[in-house]
């Protein structure tokens, strides 16, 4: 009887003995499947969403970028003038490929805008100003018997000039060219001859109604702000064929017939 006591004790001590808590080590396998699932590359969409570093704007059809030159012609060039892209493109690379200082650069594209006017493509990684000092050759090698003028496609800031002789008075058919008004202006207008002008002056009316008026209202643009702001404020008019004429910020007033 003692002892069946003994051994009963001897359970009931044993089952009220805390337990210990046993605390399971990682594997070596777990450990390098949990650090294989932390180092997981990012997943497209947040790939995307991640801003780039590059500073050049990419779109190359954007306004006023890097690859573009203009090249603007009197008049425009009639849509059925218009030579092929691609037998352009390969012309004017051609002249490059031949100029020693032109060997690196390349022309990759065209295009026409509405007005019969041209724009250029460089390639990405080169400016189009590169392109400048052939400026009184490439409008010849893109249409042949027109007078163009190239530029850099930078933003401008455009002034007309109201009451200009047209010519109608002097037996010229149509109208007086732009290059024979702006040196007109650049002889008689020290102001006006010190300016960059980038948009030489250009008729605000198409030259089949220019036919009958005497006068008429021009256009011409510069590429600083600042020379903008001069020529309106402080300088405003001109002299041109006899006659003061005066300055205004574009479409600010209608032509004068």
Request: with cysteine; charged share 20%.
């Amino acid at each position: 009887m003692a002892k069946l006591t003994a051994d009963v004790e001897s359970i009931k001590n044993t089952n009220t003995q805390p337990h210990k808590q046993v605390t399971l080590s990682p594997t070596r396998e777990g450990t390098e499947a949990n650090n294989h699932n932390l180092s997981k590359p990012a997943t497209y969409a947040q790939a995307a969403a991640k801003p780039n570093n590059h500073n050049q704007e990419t779109n190359l059809s954007k306004t006023n970028h890097p690859t573009r030159l203009i090249i603007s012609f009197e008049n425009g060039v009639p849509a059925n003038k218009r030579r092929d892209p691609i037998i352009i493109i390969n012309d004017i690379n051609k002249f490059l490929a031949e100029n020693i200082k032109a060997q690196h650069l390349k022309v990759t594209a065209i295009r026409w805008n509405p007005q019969g006017n041209y724009i250029l493509y460089t390639r990405s990684d080169q400016q189009a100003s590169d392109l400048l000092i052939f400026s009184d050759t490439l409008p010849s090698i893109i249409t042949p018997g027109h007078n163009g003028l190239a530029r850099e496609d930078k933003k401008w800031y455009k002034i007309e000039i109201a009451g200009i002789r047209t010519g109608l008075q002097d037996g010229i058919k149509g109208a007086f060219p732009f290059q024979k008004i702006h040196s007109h202006l650049c002889e008689n207008n020290l102001e006006y001859a010190k300016i960059n002008v980038i948009l030489l002056s250009c008729w605000t009316w198409p030259p089949t109604e220019l036919g009958t008026q005497g006068f008429s209202s021009v256009v011409f643009a510069v590429d600083d702000k600042d020379q903008h702001i001069h020529l309106l404020k402080n300088v405003h008019t001109l002299a041109a064929w006899g006659r003061i004429v005066y300055m205004h910020e574009w479409m600010d007033c209608p032509p004068i017939i």
